[in-house]
């Protein structure tokens, strides 16, 4: 069964730093692009960040563009979002996506990790 856990998450205070990770179990995801969503209160998700299996191509939503950087360790099949310059909102629970085609979703979702950002 394929298992997706996001940790990281957490209160900071704005102009401080996250990494969240996101450490996937059941299966091999080298070969799959994967990707982090985020969903605030009373909004639709919507795409943050998304590596390709090389780690050769990666995409940002312009929101979080120089400020938060994706990476992956394929050895570990685990993808980290480093959060720098958090902003008050960037408050949202952050999702973790495999299978992510440059914004556009995958099939498998982490369960969330909350990130609240105090002003």
């Known amino acids: 069964q394929v298992q997706l856990v996001e940790s990281g998450g957490g209160l900071v205070q704005a102009g401080g730093s996250l990494r969240l990770s996101c450490a996937a179990s059941?299966?091999?995801?080298?070969?799959?692009?994967m990707g982090w969503f985020r969903q605030a209160p009373g909004k639709e998700r919507e795409f943050v960040a998304s590596?390709?299996?090389?780690?050769?191509?990666?995409y940002y939503a312009d929101s979080v563009k120089g400020r938060f950087t994706i990476s992956r360790d394929n050895a570990k099949n685990t993808v980290y979002l480093q959060m720098n310059s958090l902003k008050p909102e960037d408050t949202a629970v952050y999702y973790c996506?495999?299978?992510?085609?440059?914004?556009?979703?995958?099939?498998?979702w982490g369960q969330g990790t909350q990130v609240t950002v105090s002003s």
């Open positions: 590596i390709t299996w090389s780690g050769r191509n990666i």
């Open positions: 059941g299966r091999s995801f080298s070969r799959y692009a």
């Open positions: 996506n495999v299978g992510t085609l440059g914004s556009d979703p995958g099939g498998y």
